[in-house]
């Protein structure tokens, strides 16, 4: 069985409608702001997909269609704003087919990264997440530098990574055990799991990640097989899945939304669709967790504001130079640490920019008063 439309699979999925609330990780968060007490009958849900800015939201009472207060929309800055999948949020359902959602409740995480094609802006990925899966294929699309980007932007969003290498069916042994090697002289304490969903070797180590009430976030690109992994982990057809391009053997791009399935032992899995890249936004912490060897060494840098680039004494340059950090990992670090640093220039800009025509708007509205119009 496969769907097109989002909101059937609700109706079928019987292991959502028996869960209770607190079993799709809801604890009550003592840090978390009142809910506007004057609104009676609010109920808090969880926002189980999102299709092109519509919502479901899943409550005790079961899912519905949701929509955001025009207050929520009018205030709304940015897009963490607005709702995402795996936020809890109160809401307020008004007949069976309609919930207004009317606050988000304090984030425990915010998956982000930088939005493609737009300085400046971040685009939400998922919220609340515990571990994410950054999966990519054996037989294609391997790339050590692009596994490095995805721990960035979990480690600043303070989201566990765990590393898949999927299609192993589709390498031989020792394609595989270069492949696991390779990643082994870049990455550190990472969980590294090889798997197949064809002969699903891999299967035993990656359920045994899988925890009651946590949720889990596949990343990667178009065509790697999360939607398949996530429907043999759900033994549902629940996502649709798609084969390769016959020319580019690149995926299609199959999934077209985010969508959180709860599994029969508790744990929650968001599918996301395929990215084509993954850009690095602010990235507060992420890079000093994804390169620590780098951060170890720029200790030792003669200058503090070393960029580690030319200067004299740097000990990163001089540790890439005796070949103790990786050449093309140092290379990677630097392209991020720019990329960064363009994303947080791009947002000072932004920012005057805004300030700058919000002084011309106060200015008019001083102007119009002064001559009373
Ligand atoms: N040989 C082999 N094929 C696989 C494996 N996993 C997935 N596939 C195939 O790869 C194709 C893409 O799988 P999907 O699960 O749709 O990939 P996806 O990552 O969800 O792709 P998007 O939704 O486009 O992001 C399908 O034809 C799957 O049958 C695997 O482990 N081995
Ligand atoms: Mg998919
Ligand atoms: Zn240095």
Request: aromatic share 8%; glycine share 6%; with cysteine.
């Amino acid at each position: 069985m496969t769907r097109s439309h989002p909101l059937s699979v609700f109706n079928n999925n019987p292991f959502l409608f028996e869960m209770a609330l607190k079993d799709t990780g809801y604890t009550d968060n003592p840090e978390q702001p009142r809910i506007n007490q004057d609104m009676d009958g609010l109920d808090i849900g969880r926002i189980i997909a999102e299709h092109k800015e519509r919502y479901i939201v899943r409550i005790d009472k079961g899912e519905f269609e949701a929509e955001i207060t025009g207050n929520m929309r009018f205030t709304a800055e940015n897009r963490s704003d607005y709702p995402a999948v795996g936020d809890w949020v109160a809401v307020k359902v008004y007949d069976p087919d309609l919930a207004i959602i009317h606050q988000i409740l304090t984030r425990k995480s915010l998956l982000e990264r930088q939005a493609v094609d737009k300085k400046g802006e971040k685009q939400v990925i998922a919220a609340n997440i515990d571990y994410a899966f950054i999966v990519q294929s054996a037989d294609r699309d391997f790339n050590i530098n692009r596994f490095e980007r995805y721990l960035t932007i979990c480690y600043s969003a303070g989201i566990e990574p765990i590393i898949v290498l999927s299609k192993t069916d589709l390498v031989s042994e020792t394609e595989l055990n270069d492949l696991l090697a390779e990643i082994n002289t870049r990455i550190k304490k990472v969980e590294v799991i090889p798997l197949s969903n064809q002969t699903r070797d891999g299967y035993d180590k990656l359920e045994s990640c899988l925890i009651k009430g946590k949720t889990y976030c596949f990343l990667g690109s178009s065509g790697v097989g999360k939607s398949t992994l996530i429907n043999n982990l759900s033994g549902r057809e629940i996502m649709k899945t798609g084969s390769l391009s016959s020319s580019t053997k690149k995926g299609k791009h199959t999934t077209d939304h985010r969508e959180l399935i709860v599994l029969e032992n508790g744990s929650m899995l968001i599918d996301n669709p395929g990215m084509r890249e993954v850009g690095i936004a602010d990235a507060e912490g992420g890079l000093e967790t994804t390169f620590d060897m780098i951060i170890r060494f720029s200790a030792s840098c003669r200058f503090t504001d070393c960029t580690h680039t030319n200067e004299k004494g740097c000990a990163v340059i001089e540790a890439v130079e005796k070949g103790l950090i990786s050449r093309a990992s140092y290379d990677n670090y630097l392209k991020m640490e720019k990329e960064k640093a363009r994303f947080q220039t791009s947002i000072a800009e932004k920012r005057k920019k805004e300030k700058a025509f919000g002084k011309i708007c106060k200015e008019g509205t001083k102007y119009r008063k002064e001559r009373k119009y």
